[in-house]
């Protein structure tokens, strides 16, 4: 069973049409949520890092938010270099050490078409 | 600036070939790994060197070999690869947070990653 959902597999937006990706999470103790963009045939670039409930990020057209069991990241009117696979990655609480150990959702494949 | 450089770009060997990926940082990071990622897929940890150490390795076939010769350095050295190891291998990169058992890594950074296609 996933730990990580992401939804919708897939988002076809025109641009400037504004809309929400969804990255639910099905376990407790979080250390962070990640978001990432992911271009075909490159790696991951980082977006943003959120900790705890409530907290909120921006950058450019994109904002995360964060709640107990879930993040959303808002794009408000895409573009379309915009278009990329976003992904969810969160980190849990172990006992041990949580090293590396990212629980990664399996994206959402945005396009933005003029 | 956040940036994790990997080299090669592409790589084609045969299953008897020896090779060698290549990960560079400069960010000051003591945490490095290697992820594998294959199409339409999300990425899967392989390895972690923490202080240059190997702290984590996922059960990883031996014929995936890392070394971490300092700490700004990562290779992952190739040997008699199968065909379903073709996949884009990225590397990473972290602050350290926490000691010994609560080691934990602050953000994960990742490199443009190395094409693998083993024939």
């Known amino acids: 069973e996933d730990q990580v959902t992401q939804s919708p597999e897939a988002l076809r937006l025109q641009e400037g049409e504004s809309s929400s990706l969804n990255c639910s999470y099905t376990?407790?103790?979080?250390?962070?949520l990640f978001w990432y963009r992911q271009d075909p045939g490159k790696g991951p670039e980082f977006l943003f890092t959120?900790?705890?409930a409530g907290e909120e990020k921006e950058k450019e057209r994109l904002k995360a938010t964060l709640t107990k069991k879930e993040s959303f990241l808002h794009i408000t009117a895409p573009k379309p270099e915009d278009s990329a696979t976003y992904l969810c990655?969160?980190?849990?609480?172990?006992?041990?050490?949580?090293?590396?150990?990212?629980?990664f959702g399996r994206g959402t494949q945005l396009t933005v078409w003029p | 600036d956040t940036e994790v450089t990997q080299t090669p770009k592409h790589l084609v060997m045969g299953m008897t070939n020896k090779k060698s990926l290549k990960c560079e940082q400069h960010?000051?990071?003591?945490?490095m790994y290697w992820y594998k990622q294959k199409a339409k897929k999300p990425p899967e940890l392989m390895f972690v060197?923490?202080?240059?150490?190997?702290?984590i390795n996922e059960s990883v076939p031996s014929r995936f070999s890392p070394e971490c010769p300092n700490s700004s350095l990562l290779n992952l050295h190739l040997h008699a690869l199968q065909p379903e190891d073709s996949a884009l291998y990225l590397c990473?990169?972290?602050?350290?947070?926490?000691?010994?058992?609560?080691?934990?890594?602050?953000?994960?950074?990742f490199g443009e990653g190395s094409w693998l296609t083993v024939v």
């Open positions: 990473a990169s972290s602050q350290l947070m926490g000691m010994g058992r609560r080691l934990s890594g602050n953000t994960i950074y």
């Open positions: 376990v407790s103790g979080l250390r962070g």
């Open positions: 959120l900790y705890s």
């Open positions: 990655a969160v980190r849990l609480a172990d006992r041990g050490s949580t090293l590396g150990r990212l629980y």
């Open positions: 960010m000051g990071h003591r945490a």
């Open positions: 060197y923490s202080y240059e150490k190997l702290s």
